[in-house]
């Protein structure tokens, strides 16, 4: 009922910077959070951010100042703005999104995943 649909991913030097969408549609009533998680090979997936209805935002340690969450609320759109890159960014990227459907139904959909690589 849900889909997710990301772009954005691709190849960068590190200092760079890359900017990934994702777009949410179907039947959906209200988003409660959409988010941004990652998972690099041989490691479990870990949340880099995350952005709540009321505009709220957390990141990893890690991504502070120099990663960007934002959403556009008209679009049920979610971007993540990457700004100085290393090469430990590399990962495959998720967006998340939970909320309810038009028939107030819960539900968690996951993006198709945008791989992003920074070389050093």
């Known amino acids: 009922q849900v889909q997710l649909v990301e772009s954005g991913g691709g190849l960068v030097q590190a200092g760079g910077s890359l900017r990934l969408s994702c777009a949410a549609s179907?039947?959906?009533?209200?988003?409660?959070?959409m988010g941004w998680y990652r998972q690099a090979p041989g490691k479990q997936r870990e949340l880099v951010a995350r952005i709540i209805s009321g505009g709220g935002t957390n990141y990893a340690d890690s991504v502070k100042g120099r990663f960007t969450i934002s959403k556009v609320n008209a679009k049920n759109t979610v971007y993540l703005q990457m700004n100085s890159l290393k090469p430990e960014d590399t990962a495959v990227y998720y967006c998340?999104?939970?909320?309810?459907?038009?028939?107030?139904?819960?539900?968690?959909?996951w993006g198709q995943g945008t791989q992003v690589t920074v070389s050093s």
């Open positions: 179907g039947r959906i009533s209200i988003i409660n959070s």
């Open positions: 998340n999104v939970d909320g309810l459907t038009r028939d107030l139904s819960s539900f968690l959909g």
